[in-house]
């Protein structure tokens, strides 16, 4: 019998014999030629991976080709979808751009544990989020592209397991976003009132990345900020201190912190591009914070545990006194049935162009 079992990834555990079978579904050509892709039209939906039985997804690679000239917000319209063990609503719901680890409909080259953009400019997009289930697992793309077909290369390596333990979570990711977020004018307010003074208690106003229910862990997310505050002095878009609500818990939360950066492991307002297995800043957001800023936190080693619900939020500027374009991707395990959610129609999912 074989099953998830109780080994790791590290290099120390690659030794212990496994006992799975390795399969993949590729968009490779089966008939032996070069024509290794899908071509998905506009409105079109192409499954990727329709699996039977148990197993667990443990790698996806993707590349994506747009068939004419681009149109420029592609990777917010490739939507894309999961569904573990038959469920009736997909427990992925993120456009494919977001969901491998930068938003704005942006591809740099960066390296985390988890998610890769790969060269050549960040166009080889990876996963390796493991992903189990105990009866199938279905992958799936819809394009919401308005006149271009895209050419779509893929690989999703899984294993196979005669039955999964239990105990295991469920795989789930989902993308929202405020355009603007509700904050307010500065008026009549010193640049240093508006982005460092005032109170926020209780947190209601806060942007949120997560709002799930059941039992389960959050591991991460990835934050996108456009700054739209036109203002020759300090424009920092950040001071929003990350607020967590476990299981239904009130202000304070357990886990309140102290900052934008601080939550994603940087300090002092960064302009610099970095990038860490567990945290980075893939766009800096150049001078003043004017460009596009996406910024990823993956609590790998530090799990959010949550028994009922978890509710993950971060203030949108100091007492969320900012009124930016914020979008973001929260990754979670958790049981099932889950929290239903939604995503945005695709012209409200695209990119602020300056």
């Known amino acids: ?48 991976a329709d699996i039977r039985g148990a197993g667990n997804i443990n790698h996806i690679w993707v590349t994506i080709a747009p068939e004419g000239s681009a149109e420029p917000d592609y990777l917010r319209r490739l939507v894309l979808r999961m569904y573990w063990d038959g469920e009736p609503e997909p427990s992925v719901l993120v456009p494919i751009g977001d969901f491998f680890g930068i938003g704005h409909g942006r591809t740099v080259n960066f390296v985390s544990a988890p998610l890769q953009m790969s060269p050549q400019d960040g166009k080889g997009f990876n996963c390796i989020f493991q992903m189990p289930f105990a009866s199938g697992a279905r992958i799936e793309v819809a394009s919401e592209l308005e006149r271009e077909n895209v050419h779509f290369y893929y690989y999703v390596d899984y294993e196979q397991f005669d039955t999964l333990e239990d105990g295991l979570g469920r795989f789930h990711a989902q993308w929202r976003r405020e355009n603007p977020t509700d904050g307010v004018p500065d008026h009549g307010q010193s640049n240093e009132e508006y982005l460092g003074q005032g109170e926020n208690i209780g947190g209601e106003g806060n942007y949120t990345i997560l709002e799930a229910e059941g039992r389960g862990h959050y591991v991460g997310c990835v934050l996108n900020v456009q700054n739209l505050r036109d203002s020759p002095e300090w424009n920092w878009y950040g001071e929003g201190d990350d607020m967590i609500f476990i299981d239904g818990e009130r202000w304070p939360p357990s886990l309140h912190g102290t900052g934008t950066e601080d939550y994603f492991n940087t300090a002092w307002a960064p302009t610099q591009e970095y990038h860490a297995p567990y945290h980075g800043v893939t766009l800096p957001g150049g001078e003043n914070w004017a460009e596009p800023v996406s910024l990823y936190r993956f609590h790998i080693e530090d799990p959010v545990t949550f028994e009922r619900s978890v509710r993950v939020t971060i203030e949108h500027g100091h007492a969320n006194k900012r009124s930016d374009d914020i979008s973001s991707t929260a990754y979670w395990y958790q049981t099932e049935p889950h929290r239903s959610f939604d995503l945005l129609p695709a012209p409200e999912r695209a990119p602020q162009r300056k």
């Open 1 to 48: 019998m074989s099953f998830y079992g109780n080994f790791g990834s590290s290099l120390r555990d690659l030794p212990r014999l496994r006992s799975s079978r390795r399969r993949r579904a590729s968009s490779g050509d089966q008939t032996g030629g070069n024509d290794d892709r899908l071509t998905i039209a506009p409105g079109e939906t192409a499954t990727l």
